[in-house]
């Protein structure tokens, strides 16, 4: 399975004023970015930046106080103007999130989990998901393991099986919340392998992660986010190798050179 390209020349999801508070305090302050068809969106920063809660707002799962959310199709959400249900679960239906703890449902099995969405959400034929996620779970080296549940996999497991749940719903863009973040050492490169491939094949990414050679060599633009703003954007060469802002430069030398005197 591949994304389907329209060939549009519009950005296929657009962020403009995104603001966020949770109590007194802004996690969001005016996010504005856009990802275009195709392309992988990196964002990079500090936890506690804001960037799981760009993602959420995208996904509709937070509701900002203020900001503009379109998306290709028609699709705008007015986040100021108390959207509708119905404009919300719009948007959702274009996107499809991978969360950092998987998220997997424990009582179902990796089939049951990765079909629920199709048939419940889509409308999907119960044959034609199951067909369609036995062929995703061959895909990622994961075909032997349709009929167990979830606390018999591994946390690379796991998130690979909540990866192929995402690529059932065919998003229009998939979003990864630190993906890798809650797994062991070993088990990372399984997952990032799995992400490149998809990024290879055309499928839209935004990509909230730590991991920095994934973002160097796969990402068409870095964004470094702190404080609920974003700081810095560009090409990941420009970004990693000659970043322009101060505190862009603070936070790769911390992440990259971790034992260096400040």
């Not at 506690?48 to 937070?62: C, F, Y």
């Not at 249900?85 to 009582?107: G, S």
Request: proline fraction near 5%; charge should be negative; aromatic fraction near 4%.
């Amino acid at each position: 399975m591949s994304p389907t390209n329209t060939g549009q020349d519009a950005p296929l999801l657009e962020v403009t004023g995104l603001c966020k508070k949770f109590g007194t305090h802004e996690v969001l302050r005016g996010i504005d970015l856009s990802v275009d068809r195709g392309k992988v969106l990196v964002l990079i920063g500090p936890s506690g930046s804001g960037k799981t809660t760009v993602l959420r707002s995208i996904n509709g799962l937070e509701t900002p106080e203020v900001g503009v959310v379109t998306a290709a199709g028609g699709i705008r959400v007015d986040y100021a103007a108390k959207p509708a249900k119905k404009d919300i679960l719009a948007l959702r239906d274009r996107t499809a999130m991978v969360f950092q703890h998987y998220n997997l449902f424990p009582h179902m099995t990796v089939l049951e989990n990765i079909i629920e969405g199709p048939v419940q959400v889509k409308g999907v034929r119960k044959a034609q998901a199951i067909s369609e996620a036995e062929a995703l779970l061959e895909r990622v080296g994961m075909a032997e393991k349709r009929d167990v549940y979830p606390f018999q996999l591994s946390g690379g497991q796991a998130q690979r099986v909540g990866i192929v749940r995402a690529l059932a719903l065919k998003p229009d863009l998939l979003l990864f919340d630190e993906p890798t973040s809650a797994l062991d050492p070993e088990l990372v490169g399984d997952v990032l392998v799995v992400m490149k491939e998809l990024a290879d094949e055309g499928w839209t990414m935004l990509v909230v992660t730590h991991e920095l050679a994934f973002a160097r060599q796969v990402a068409d633009e870095v964004l470094f986010m702190d404080e609920g703003v974003i700081i810095e954007r560009g090409a990941p060469r420009q970004m990693f190798s000659a970043p322009r802002e101060e505190r862009t430069k603070q936070f790769l030398h911390r992440v990259l050179h971790p034992l260096d005197d400040d």
